[in-house]
């Protein structure tokens, strides 16, 4: 398990760097010893005793003395010159008639050969125009190396046969209603907590007078956590099924923390929603609490399935009763939300004894739910959609830890694959980054694909060239960076209405920033898209509309239809979340 907000566990295989340290050493004293004031004598006149045969001059040419026409090669390579000798020149040297600059090397590793009539001919056509004659006039390319790549899309088709299918599952609901108990218990159960680890937690938490608080420390990890009793940022972890790899995020449930659990959220496939059974605390939680904003928020942040977990059973006495009132309002709730009847699951559990997380409970209260318990259900999704490598890779940075002049960032894989030794750019700050090393949910790999929750070990920034919410991508694909674009947002619960430059908080990917809803265009109907009024005076609860916002920085956005996850967004005012949307058009 690890803290979403910090790496753990850094064990980065780095590459070596394309020249070693010794070639720093090598490099000095050769321009110490072999950079002369002589321009008339060229290279190949100190190559060879003085003769009647002439050698073409060269401006800037370098003296070294060699018996060898291999030197002459290897030395003209690494200076990047050409030099031309004449037929008894050459004879005497027992080489070729002529020696090129030194060219990038082909797929196989060889040297392309360069005819020298052909670049004679090229340096006429370029002096035409009043270039410098055997001048690399090429487009610019990024300075930082390449490594070699690979196929990472050849790779992975290898690797599906014997790989489960991975799911990122976030954890949801409002405060108390024991959502770390919950799942730290699951891993207890699945092997994954050692009982040493859990019989310190026990002894610890029974100090603080927090007993039952045993299997929450699973996951709460922080020492203002623990003391407090409230999860306050994203805890990460994973665990597996028969079928599933599952990537766990523990959000918290306090309002103060939304944004954290928004951060979370964005990351998931699936939602647990965890409920609290006990008397009145159903009520509190669902009316003015935090479950109908969490379940809205999973919703429009990518969620298309939902496990409802009645938990804390046990302190009502497994009431068939109980459990049937709150899932009947819950139905009808999520419906409303935009859950399909088919993606909606749920089950009565005890987190705390552990009934119905991995096996059905045996006891005699809970018998009247005969259905699977929680690690089936899980065992029985949809995993996540297949990988499109025809989209261009896109990862929104979630985290970062600065070691030296190195920086490790992580965060989920939003579309795309990436690789060691691949240049990337870092938006929007603009600036090239080479990847040194990776990591996919703690294990070191050589490439990751859409999905993966990564850490990447990149070289060659600065401080400030990152932070978080930053998007990685590819050199000649980036993402598109603005302060301005049109989107369809739904207004949801709000007490006052939006009016024309409403301000509100952006939440999209892992970025939150200050926006203004500075136009209203039009409320359209929800499901058809038809335009229902123009230039509406403000918007109220269950509108939909065509807006035009604005930021005062820019952010990377994509629109909806070309990338999901960075085409949505949430709206918050007031510390409640007021709308959801999606780019429409970028301006």
Aim: charged fraction near 30%.
């Amino acid at each position: 398990m690890s803290r979403h907000r910090h790496v753990r566990n850094q064990n980065w295989d780095y590459e070596d760097d394309y020249y070693d340290d010794d070639y720093d050493d090598y490099a000095d004293d050769y321009d110490d010893q072999y950079y002369t004031k002589k321009p008339q004598r060229t290279l190949a006149d100190n190559l060879i005793p003085q003769q009647k045969g002439k050698a073409s001059k060269k401006k800037g040419a370098v003296t070294q003395p060699s018996d060898n026409a291999d030197d002459v090669v290897k030395q003209a390579r690494v200076q990047g010159q050409t030099i031309t000798l004449d037929t008894k020149q050459s004879k005497d040297l027992g080489s070729q008639s002529s020696v090129t600059p030194a060219k990038k090397s082909d797929s196989s590793g060889g040297d392309k050969h360069v005819d020298p009539k052909a670049n004679q001919l090229k340096n006429k056509e370029i002096a035409k125009d009043g270039a410098t004659p055997n001048k690399d006039v090429t487009a610019p390319v990024s300075k930082k190396k390449k490594g070699k790549l690979i196929d990472v899309k050849r790779e992975y088709e290898k690797e599906q046969s014997g790989m489960k299918n991975k799911i990122h599952v976030v954890v949801v609901g409002h405060v108390d209603a024991g959502k770390s108990t919950l799942m730290g218990h699951v891993l207890y159960l699945k092997g994954d907590v050692s009982k040493r680890d859990m019989h310190k937690f026990e002894t610890e938490s029974a100090k603080l007078g927090k007993a039952s608080f045993k299997f929450a420390w699973v996951l709460d990890s922080g020492s203002e956590e623990r003391a407090r009793g409230v999860t306050m940022d994203i805890a990460q972890s994973k665990f597996e099924t028969d079928s599933k790899d599952v990537v766990l995020l523990d959000a918290p449930g306090h309002r103060d923390f939304v944004p954290n659990m928004i951060l979370g959220a964005s990351q998931a496939d699936i939602a647990i929603l965890v409920i609290s059974a006990a008397s009145k605390e159903f009520e509190s939680g669902f009316n003015g609490g935090l479950t109908q904003e969490h379940t809205i928020l999973v919703r429009s942040l990518g969620a298309k399935e939902i496990i409802v977990v009645i938990n804390k059973m046990d302190q009502c006495e497994w009431k068939q009763e109980r459990y049937e009132h709150i899932t009947q309002k819950m139905k009808d709730f999520l419906k409303k939300v935009g859950f399909a009847k088919k993606k909606i699951h749920f089950l009565p559990v005890s987190g705390l004894n552990g009934d119905n997380l991995i096996e059905t409970s045996k006891l005699e209260a809970a018998k009247w739910y005969n259905g699977p318990p929680l690690i089936e259900i899980l065992d029985k999704l949809e995993g996540s959609p297949p990988v499109d490598f025809d989209i261009p890779l896109r990862l929104a940075v979630s985290d970062i830890v600065q070691n030296g002049g190195v920086y490790s960032v992580s965060g989920k894989l939003l579309s795309g694959c990436v690789q060691t030794g691949e240049v990337l750019l870092a938006l929007p700050a603009k600036v090239t980054t080479v990847v040194k090393g990776l990591q996919v949910s703690g294990e070191t790999r050589r490439w990751a694909v859409c999905g993966d929750s990564v850490e990447l070990s990149l070289g060659g920034l600065d401080e400030g060239n990152l932070s978080t919410g930053s998007v990685l991508c590819p050199e000649d694909s980036p993402a598109p960076s603005t302060k301005r674009f049109k989107a369809q947002i739904v207004v949801f619960d709000l007490d006052v209405p939006i009016t024309r430059k409403f301000p509100v908080m952006m939440h999209v990917h892992q970025l939150s920033r200050p926006a203004t809803i500075y136009k209203l265009d039009s409320t359209v109907d929800r499901a058809t898209g038809e335009v229902l009024q123009k230039k509406p005076r403000l918007l109220s609860k269950g509108d939909t509309a065509l807006v035009e916002i604005t930021l005062d920085d820019p952010v990377s956005l994509e629109e909806f239809a070309n990338n999901k996850a960075l085409g949505r967004f949430m709206l918050r005012y007031g510390g409640k979340t007021v709308a959801a949307g999606v780019v429409k058009e970028i301006r």
